[in-house]
């Protein structure tokens, strides 16, 4: 049965926020965070839904550590400033990821919420949300292949959201669809 939870562990990490635990397991369900600064326990890590680390008083949900993570590369910023290598990775320290993206950009990389994408061959997707404790969704999308050597926001206007274009090619381009 352990190793049943182990394939599971590995599983919810690749694919989802990366929070790495199986359904049914995800840690004492105690509210964190807030102006109080209540802590999790020392196995756990305090997920905030909006995944803004709890700015404006904003509480969150206390959630067991994954104890295991792939190896996969999804670079994400994390509250505390830093990199990770991926969510499940930041998780695993306790760490929650950060839609502000509030992290310096590793080389050839641009923000994109919590997530950091490719300067040279991606844009960002994101995606408003307009529910209450849903946090916003922030993907890196492949350039179309008719951006060519110079992307710009008119080859990016066949895009899903490519009439909401900002941003260049020495920072990285951001299509925003709106909540709705």
């Known amino acids: 049965m352990k190793w049943l939870g182990v394939a599971l ?21 105690a509210v964190c ?11 756990e890590w305090c997920d905030f839904a909006a995944n803004d680390c709890g ?8 959630k067991q550590r994954p104890f295991a993570c792939d190896d ?7 509250c505390d400033g830093t990199v ?11 760490i929650d990821v950060s839609a502000s993206g509030n992290c310096p950009a590793e080389a050839g990389l641009f923000a994109c919420g919590f997530k950091q994408c490719n300067i040279d061959s ?3 997707q994101h995606s408003v949300s307009d529910e209450g404790g849903f946090p916003d969704s922030f993907g890196c999308s492949p350039l179309p292949i008719g951006c060519g050597g110079s992307p710009s926001c008119a080859c990016l206007a066949d ?13 990285g381009f951001t299509l925003t669809c709106p909540g709705g």
């Open 9 to 29: 562990l590995l599983v919810a990490c690749e694919h989802g926020k990366g929070g790495g635990i199986p359904p049914g397991t995800d840690g004492g369900g």
């Open 33 to 43: 965070g807030g102006f109080a600064g209540t802590q999790c326990a020392a196995d």
């Open 55 to 62: 700015g404006s008083d904003g509480t969150g949900t206390c």
């Open 72 to 78: 996969r590369l999804d670079p994400v910023c994390g």
């Open 84 to 94: 990770h290598p991926n969510a499940c990775e930041a998780e695993a320290l306790g």
């Open 122 to 124: 991606e844009f960002c």
């Open 159 to 171: 895009e899903v959201c490519g009439f909401n274009c900002s941003g260049d090619a020495i920072g």
